[in-house]
């Protein structure tokens, strides 16, 4: 099926550092959704997105949905060891059917 | 309160047997959606229901795999004559109609041999 391109795929980085990442597509999005999921469990919901050029953020987390509605960022500032996991991005195609298209997800690995 | 819950958390199968996952989602949530998840892959949408209807049935792979959900609430995913490629983690969904906030259960990891 269908996914979204996710980079970078994975990253080490240091307790304390920024993380960027960023999700692409051929496609223009309606919505865009950042999500969590730690081993063994499903994704959790970290930042929606709505509208071209919205900046949402939700504690250390900050999300963008792209001008030109086919790609959105997420950065997190200061990362912890619990930070640890895999961020999918995911975005609706269509307004109102959610359906959503979820990314191949950046593994994000954080040294103590 | 009790968020969404799959059972069983783990099924092993044989080529070619038939399997059934379920799927209990939170309470009051209408809306209610199917995935698949392949190692390193992000989430595949299968199916959505909104109350015991199939609304978008568009991901379902082929006419082994179907879907019920006859009383609004639990749902069953049913796979025919299971093949190696069906393995995956199956995780399921729910949400209030009209918000965008899905909540995953843990998810059923089918392994087919």
Redesign the interface.
């Known amino acids: 099926g269908q996914q979204l391109n996710q980079s970078p795929q994975s990253m080490f980085i240091q307790e304390g550092e920024d993380v960027s990442m960023n999700c692409t597509s051929s496609s223009i999005f309606n919505t865009w959704l950042w999500y969590k999921q730690d081993p063994g469990e499903g994704p959790v919901l970290l930042i929606a997105l709505y509208k071209a050029g919205e900046l949402t953020s939700n504690g250390r987390l900050t999300a963008q949905f792209g001008i030109t509605r086919k790609d959105s960022f997420l950065n997190i500032s200061a990362s912890i060891p619990s930070d640890v996991g895999i961020y999918f991005c995911a975005g609706q195609l269509e307004s109102g059917t959610y359906k959503y298209i979820f990314g191949t997800g950046t593994r994000l690995k954080v040294l103590a | 309160g009790a968020g969404?819950s799959q059972t069983p958390s783990n099924k092993v199968t044989e080529k070619g047997k038939y399997v059934e996952l379920r799927c209990d989602p939170i309470s009051g949530h209408t809306?209610l959606?199917w995935?698949r998840q392949s190692l390193?892959?992000?989430?595949?949408?299968l199916i959505?229901f909104q109350g015991t209807g199939a609304a978008?049935d568009?991901?379902l792979p082929n006419d082994r795999f179907f879907a019920v959900r006859p009383e609004g609430s639990v749902s069953t995913l049913k796979i025919q004559r299971t093949e190696r490629g069906d393995s995956a983690v199956y995780?399921c969904?729910s949400?209030l109609a009209g918000t965008?906030?899905?909540y995953?259960?843990?998810?059923t990891r089918l392994t087919v041999l």
């Open positions: 969404v809306a959606y995935y390193g892959q992000g989430p595949e949408f959505y978008d568009s991901g995780l969904a949400s965008d906030t899905q995953f259960g843990p998810g």
